[in-house]
């Protein structure tokens, strides 16, 4: 859950992390790789030797450093490329694990360790994922240009919503994917408002509006309002009806995603609207 610093705004949390890597991010991912990769508690031969193995070919194929420079005892090449995944650049890390993957010969382990740091990169809320045994960023550059485009609105009402929507979807440690949606579509909601000059205007009647007033496309508008209808259902999103397992980040996200760009859209249709702020 969200520590009391956080829920008070002395500490904001943290957001999606896209181009670059926090200390806790990197801790997990170093846990996982020294766990399932080069498998430090393994107390077995097989193990032991497994690991040299994998520590060798990380030493000589990935950082591409001559093998009479590595110590040899498995101890002191442990110590070695443990100061260098805590040094390398972010997305270094980020090359090692797929590296690590790709060349970890028991099969097992090598799917236990993709689901442990997909695990990871959900939890500390990264923008890539193991995705068919490489990494991917699941929140493409489009999508973030969204996002901040949007956000840098001179609507209020609008942002306040969309900040809520992102943070709710961030939150490490609690995250809330039914009110992210909730918010995403109150965010539309807001703008629609505004461009109609109608304060309490249901978003169907402000599509309605701004469809004959502006000529956005009817497909687009019958669009949103079946979005709104889906968030908006009694026993639904809306009214938090749905757990987890139903509502999840995929949801949340494709919804804020949508919404930020539908908002951009309709600004882009409604230049005048700014003479109403």
Same mark, same amino acid.
């Not at 687009?220 to 749905?242: Q, V």
């Given at each position: 859950?969200?520590?009391?610093?956080?829920?008070?705004?002395?500490?904001?949390?943290?957001?999606?992390? =896209?181009?670059?890597?926090?200390?806790?991010?990197?801790?997990? &991912?170093?846990?996982?790789? =020294?766990?399932?990769?080069?498998?430090?508690?393994?107390?077995?031969?097989?193990?032991?030797?497994?690991?040299?193995?994998?520590?060798?070919?990380?030493?000589?194929?990935?950082?591409? &450093?001559?093998?009479?420079?590595?110590?040899?005892? =498995?101890?002191?090449?442990?110590?070695?490329?443990?100061k260098r995944f805590f040094q390398i650049e972010w997305y270094r890390v980020y090359d090692i694990i797929e590296f690590s993957a790709a060349y970890c010969d028991r099969d097992e382990m090598r799917e236990q360790?993709?689901?442990?740091?997909?695990?990871?990169?959900?939890?500390?809320?990264?923008?890539?994922?193991?995705?068919?045994?490489?990494?991917?960023?699941?929140?493409?550059?489009?999508?973030?240009?969204?996002?901040?485009?949007? &956000?840098?609105?001179?609507?209020?009402?609008?942002?306040?919503?969309?900040?809520?929507?992102?943070?709710?979807?961030?939150?490490?440690?609690?995250?809330?994917?039914?009110?992210?949606?909730?918010?995403?579509?109150?965010? =539309?909601?807001?703008?629609?408002?505004?461009?109609?000059?109608?304060?309490?205007?249901?978003?169907?009647?402000?599509?309605?509006?701004?469809?004959?007033?502006?000529?956005?496309?009817?497909?687009?508008?019958?669009?949103?309002?079946?979005?709104?209808?889906?968030?908006?259902?009694?026993?639904?999103?809306?009214?938090?009806?749905?757990?987890?397992?139903?509502?999840?980040?995929?949801?949340?996200?494709?919804?804020?995603?949508?919404?930020?760009?539908?908002?951009?859209?309709?600004?882009?249709?409604?230049?005048?609207?700014?003479?109403?702020?």
């Open positions: 859950m969200a520590l009391f610093s956080e829920r008070e705004g002395i500490r904001p949390r943290k957001a999606l992390q =896209i181009d670059g890597m926090d200390q806790d991010l990197r801790n997990d &991912l170093w846990n996982a790789f =020294i766990y399932f990769i080069l498998r430090v508690t393994g107390h077995s031969t097989r193990d032991r030797e497994e690991s040299e193995i994998m520590t060798r070919k990380i030493w000589m194929h990935f950082f591409n &450093l001559p093998f009479h420079d590595l110590y040899e005892s =498995i101890d002191g090449s442990f110590g070695q490329i443990r360790f993709i689901n442990a740091c997909n695990g990871v990169l959900k939890r500390q809320v990264s923008a890539y994922r193991f995705v068919n045994g490489k990494i991917a960023q699941i929140t493409s550059d489009q999508e973030i240009s969204e996002i901040e485009e949007a &956000l840098q609105g001179p609507y209020q009402p609008v942002n306040g919503h969309l900040s809520k929507a992102l943070g709710l979807l961030s939150d490490r440690e609690n995250p809330d994917y039914s009110n992210s949606i909730k918010e995403s579509i109150s965010a =539309i909601e807001s703008m629609c408002r505004i461009i109609s000059q109608k304060e309490k205007a249901k978003l169907s009647d402000a599509l309605d509006i701004i469809e004959k007033e502006h000529h956005i496309h009817h497909a687009l508008k019958s669009a949103f309002d079946k979005l709104y209808g889906y968030a908006s259902d009694e026993g639904g999103i809306r009214h938090g009806a749905f757990g987890e397992s139903e509502v999840g980040f995929d949801e949340a996200k494709f919804m804020l995603v949508s919404c930020l760009a539908f908002v951009n859209y309709l600004i882009s249709k409604t230049p005048s609207v700014k003479d109403q702020i």
